[in-house]
């Protein structure tokens, strides 16, 4: 029964601090299979997401599942499948890379050790060291192998990137999470939650934008390449206030106007050309300017 | 990498975890057994129920500490296998404890029917209730501990009520109390042990704080402090890292309270030891605050970018050091002498409340805030305090003892009983001189201490050598001022003859 369920299943999530909701709310279906983007600024209640998703907390209110199980009630049958790598990630200070991997092993029914000793290799982390003397960037590379190594059919990552150097960032992205899900790609799912949106653009399927706890935007990454481009023209003299219903004008100088379309850019394109621009050309926009332009339209309007 | 490992990965992480809390035990309480004298004994009794609340606490605590709980969380493994797992390894290492606490004290528990109660009472509180306080409160150190100030009250309580309720003298009570209250802790173990599992079952793991006191807002507040002079925000900052002394002291309040309608209402209270609870209450306190004071900034992570504050870093630690020693100094020195102003209790007749006692606390927070600089969280520090004044106290004693030889052998055994303090000089009152000398001898570690430790704490080195300078300057320190108070002794000697 749980093959066929999907990977996540968000109903209603509320969670409370106090008298602030981190979560209001919010709904989201990840199929398996995926790699699924959560996007949101600081504060936006992806961590908290994250961690009712884990049964790291408690939520107020609302349903969660993961395979079509109940992280609560099915907890270690949920974390059998999952692998998790927190945004703050922090060891034993005592134990060595090699300890540390040992010990997170032995919670796990398999692991890769081929898998680990070439991460291991690949990110230049000497086995012997102890945990306390790494950087934060190693750290995180350690928690990474850490969760890749049990090849888990979920993979949750918290802002994984965050204190790594573009290489390895570049190098962990492609190499790491992208053969991780090629090796069985209709099987593991990746859900990350992450401000270097940039960083993941060849990479995510879908995602959802949260803000204040609340599903702002949730698209297919193609889909929501098609809908939200750009459109850029240039006429011969000023054309004086254009009325574009249905797009939002990133600027108009000029003799030029540069506006977002959301889905309907053959009606916008139709009606500029109606104005004989000098040059008319449409491009696609990436994640991050549907990130911006979705949660900060003043200000990109500026 | 093989993974050809005797215990289980697991397994050995938890003993890992609480091994340098019960071989810090174990060695105080050999130290004790080896050397046998009186305070050492104390200490050592000492170092065993703080090494047991540790245990209890670090069990649990030690995943808020490393900041592993959302890491062990998330692993696919039950958590009723991993708090059993956790409960077990305790268990073993208190009862171990135990058995060698039993061994080493059996002739300072005078009373028989009392040896076994006060033998396990810390191992049930570091069983049981440490773990759970330190997940209710989400920090080991306040759990250690609540889980011997509420056991302590609740005692103290009960002892009112046997009084009240069924007129049984106090002393009596005591016994009576002392033996029932065991076996119903020990009844009551599985339902504590029961809340601590179900509350381990559904441990959150949230940055999200923990129950605080809530300290005046011009005290406390970070917003008040904003139109004042950064030291202020500095000191508003210290004392809300000390939050915990707050508690404590509050406590103090409630179990004098109950003392006091004691010894009002029930004439054989004055048996009670007040003033060994009174003078537990001064050290524990002092040595609390200091251990407070620089590892737990570290140990919340925000060490580094204090430091960085266009503040220089002596201010910093000055501002550190004022708030450790001011609230040791109000809580430990002056809200005892404040009490007992107020309404004497009998038994505080035993307890001098000197200079000596001022001299004393200051050097214990002194002693540390000094450890407090070494160490990664304040439970660390406080746990290894003991241990550590244990080992002060032995080097000074061998230094007393080679110096006795020496002089035996320069000018015979009278001069050498003389610079040891054993016996009198001929014309001096011994006892002002070493007084006077411990005192001026005290004044002038305290700063040491206090300087080494703001050398720690400012820097995030670790190596071994500085550390070994640091307590060779200290040994030296001792040293000298054992063989001036021998000198001073032996001059008063010369002189008179």
Redesign the interface.
């Known amino acids: 029964m749980t093959n066929h369920a999907p990977a996540i299943e968000i109903h209603n999530l509320v969670c409370r601090y106090g008298h602030t909701d981190a979560v209001d709310g919010l709904n989201l279906r990840v199929a398996a299979g995926r790699c699924y983007g959560l996007f949101g600024r600081n504060g936006a209640g992806k961590t908290t997401t994250i961690k009712c998703l884990l049964n790291l907390i408690r939520p107020t209110s609302g349903e969660t599942r993961v395979f079509g199980l109940d992280p609560v009630r099915d907890e270690v049958a949920v974390k059998s499948r999952v692998a998790y790598v927190p945004d703050l990630v922090a060891f034993y200070p005592w134990m060595t890379v090699e300890d540390t991997l040992g010990y997170f092993a032995s919670f796990r029914r398999h692991w890769n050790t081929a898998t680990e000793i070439s991460l291991v290799k690949q990110f230049r982390l000497d086995p012997r060291q102890k945990t306390s003397h790494l950087s934060k960037g190693q750290r995180t590379q350690l928690a990474l192998i850490c969760a890749i190594c049990p090849e888990p059919e979920l993979l949750v990552l918290d802002e994984p990137t965050s204190g790594l150097d573009p290489i390895v960032r570049r190098e962990f992205i492609q190499t790491v999470i992208g053969a991780y899900q090629d090796e069985d790609p209709g099987r593991r799912t990746v859900l990350v939650s992450t401000h270097l949106i940039s960083e993941f653009e060849g990479l995510i399927d879908e995602f959802t934008i949260i803000d204040r706890g609340r599903n702002v935007l949730t698209l297919d990454a193609d889909t929501a390449r098609e809908r939200y481009q750009k459109v850029h023209a240039r006429f011969a003299s000023d054309p004086g206030p254009l009325d574009l219903p249905g797009t939002r004008i990133l600027c108009q100088r000029g003799r030029e106007i540069e506006v977002i379309v959301n889905g309907n850019s053959a009606q916008v394109m139709e009606q500029l050309r109606a104005r004989s621009p000098e040059a008319l050309a449409i491009e696609a926009l990436t994640l991050e300017e549907i990130f911006v332009s979705t949660l900060q339209p003043q200000e990109a309007g500026a | ?1 093989t ?1 050809t ?1 005797v215990l ?3 397994l050995s ?1 938890e003993i ?2 609480l091994l340098p809390f019960w071989g810090a035990s174990v060695a105080a309480i050999a130290a004790a057994l080896v050397w046998r004298e009186s305070h050492l004994l104390d200490l050592g009794f000492f170092a065993y129920v703080v090494g047991s609340l540790a245990i209890g606490a670090q069990s649990v605590g ?1 995943e808020y500490t ?3 709980l ?2 062990l ?7 009723r296998r991993v708090y059993l797992l956790k409960f077990l390894v305790s268990a073993v290492m208190l009862l171990t404890l135990a058995a060698l606490a039993g061994t080493v004290f059996a002739d300072v528990w005078r009373q028989e029917s009392a040896r076994f109660s006060v033998a396990i009472w810390p191992v049930l509180c570091g069983l049981f209730l440490a773990p759970l306080f330190t997940m209710i409160c989400r920090s080991s150190l306040a759990g250690m501990i609540l889980s011997a100030c509420v056991p302590a009250l609740i005692w103290m309580v009960t002892l009112a009520i046997a009084w009240f309720w069924f007129g049984i003298e106090t002393d009596r009570a005591a016994n009576i109390i002392l033996g029932r209250w065991t076996l119903g802790m020990i009844l009551l173990c599985p339902l504590l042990g029961l809340l601590g599992w179900r509350r381990f079952t ?1 441990l ?3 940055e ?1 704080a923990s129950p605080a006191l809530h300290l005046p807002r011009w005290l406390s507040s970070a917003d008040g402090a904003r139109g004042y002079s950064p030291l202020r925000a500095l000191a508003a900052k210290e004392v809300h890292l000390q939050q915990l002394t707050f508690g404590v002291a509050g406590l103090y309040i409630i179990g004098w309270a109950i003392s006091l309608l004691g010894q009002r209402y029930i004439p054989s209270w004055s048996t009670f030891p007040l003033g060994v609870v009174m003078l537990l209450y001064c050290m524990g306190l002092a040595i609390m605050i200091g251990a407070l004071a620089s590892a737990e900034e570290r140990q919340h992570g925000t060490l580094d970018w204090q430091l960085l504050q266009p503040t220089p870093a002596w201010q910093q630690w000055m501002v550190k050091v004022g708030v450790a020693l001011g609230l040791a100094l109000l809580f430990g020195v002056g809200l005892p002498i404040l009490l007992n102003q107020v309404t004497p209790l009998e038994g505080f007749r035993t307890i001098r409340m000197s200079g000596d006692l001022t001299v004393l606390i200051v050097l214990l927070t002194a002693s540390s805030v000094y450890i407090s600089s070494l160490s ?1 969280s304040g439970v660390w520090a406080m746990a290894w305090s003991l241990p550590v004044g244990i080992g002060v106290a032995l080097f000074i004693q061998t230094v007393s003892g080679a110096l006795r030889w020496v002089t035996l052998k320069l000018a015979g055994p009278l001069m050498a009983d003389i610079v040891t303090g054993a016996v009198a000089p001929s014309s001096a009152d011994p006892a002002d001189v070493i007084i006077f000398a411990a005192r001026a001898f005290s004044l002038t570690l305290a700063p040491l201490l206090l300087w080494f430790g703001f050398v720690n704490h400012t820097s995030s080195e670790r190596t071994v050598r500085p550390i070994f300078q640091q307590i060779a300057s200290i040994a030296v320190l001792i040293m000298t001022g054992i063989i001036l108070v021998g000198g001073v002794l032996a001059f008063c000697e010369v002189r008179s003859r």
């Open positions: 990498m993974r490992a289980s990965p697991v992480k890992r975890a030690q490393y900041r592993t959302p890491m969380l998330s692993q696919p493994a039950d958590r559904e959150e793991a949230t999200v990664s």
